[in-house]
DNA sequence: ACAATACTGTTTACTAAGGTAACAATATAT
DNA sequence: ATATATTGTTACCTTAGTAAACAGTATTGT
């Protein structure tokens, strides 16, 4: 009996063959390697994430953060307090807005950006190195495009 | 100054360009997408996963489908005793080892799965609809190529 | 001007997922 | 026989993330 819908992958068994499967198995990976090589105690994955934001736009409200970022503003609470209680950003009055707290990166939380997101980079060159340099990009390129076209609605 | 690794995608910010970073975000797209349409009090995306490999190779023991889905043994033992409270598999004595389990599917456990993977193939299907086909293909592949490059020690 | 509506940061409580360490029972190796 | 390894299990802990409510503030509609 013919199929309906050929499956992308022929030779493999069902679960394999899933896109969310493979998808997760792939960042648990990367995932793993941030923590034994990065996180010692010193940022975890989302922590690094929003610092990164913060290092790269200046100023941005909380909301903007957690919409940027696709988590809830419930969760960034707890985050910034802790970046916060280490020195590394703070939590800056919007002139217009009394509701809104801007997020900005002091000078220790540049530093340790810069520090973490080189090894971050570094790491995730050596990951990659088992694919070549245009599957590289193909493998980038394909998860963006596949992004954009279902967080329309949320991020920027 | 000249950059002594150019970055992947020369257009994005810092954290765009991250590997971890992209496949998270896509993995919580398909993962909410799961959860909406699926999940709704049936099977949490473990349990579906846990199911499906029983399904696949019926037989097997516990620390072997715990391998093979790179999660721990101990973590296992609740998700079984779910599938085994709700009647989709049974624990069976392994004839040459004491200690050993071997898992197998019900006959509801068969359906059930069937279902779902049914209906989860249909919903990725419509994810994947704005890659066309080869790009789909590509995504697939490039995922798994780099899967297999780092989980050697593991999974079959 | 006033009322309804929406947004911001926050707290609290909850679930899923996973990690670690220990344990008794059992297998395997030396 | 004794040491070592494996299996399933339990207990405890951390990280992520969700959901609902809240007071304070802004915006919109009339």
């Known amino acids: 009996?013919?199929?309906?819908?050929?499956?992308?992958?022929e030779d493999e068994s069902d679960i394999e063959r899933l896109l969310g499967y493979n998808l997760k198995r792939a960042y648990m990976i990367v995932r793993d390697d941030f923590r034994n090589q990065v996180e010692q105690?010193?940022?975890?994955?989302?922590?690094?994430?929003?610092?990164?934001?913060?290092v790269e736009s200046s100023g941005m409200t909380q909301?903007?953060?957690a919409r940027q970022l696709g988590i809830e503003r419930s969760g960034l609470v707890a985050i910034?307090?802790?970046l916060e209680a280490r020195g590394l950003a703070e939590r800056r009055a919007v002139p217009?807005?009394?509701?809104?707290q801007a997020l900005i990166a002091t000078e220790a939380g540049y530093e340790l950006h810069?520090?973490?997101?080189?090894?971050v980079q570094a790491h995730e060159r050596a990951l990659l190195a088992?694919?070549?340099?245009?599957?590289?990009?193909?493998l980038l390129t394909l998860l963006r495009k596949f992004r954009s076209a279902h967080e329309k609605d949320e991020a920027s």
Chains 1, 2 share one sequence.
């Open 96 to 100: 217009g807005d009394r509701r809104a």
């Open 1 to 9: 009996m013919a199929k309906a819908h050929p499956a992308l992958l």
């Open 114 to 119: 810069a520090q973490i997101l080189a090894r």
């Open 63 to 65: 909301s903007e953060v």
């Open 80 to 82: 910034i307090d802790d």
């Open 41 to 54: 105690s010193v940022l975890s994955p989302r922590a690094f994430s929003v610092l990164t934001l913060i």
């Open 130 to 138: 088992p694919l070549d340099r245009a599957e590289q990009v193909q």
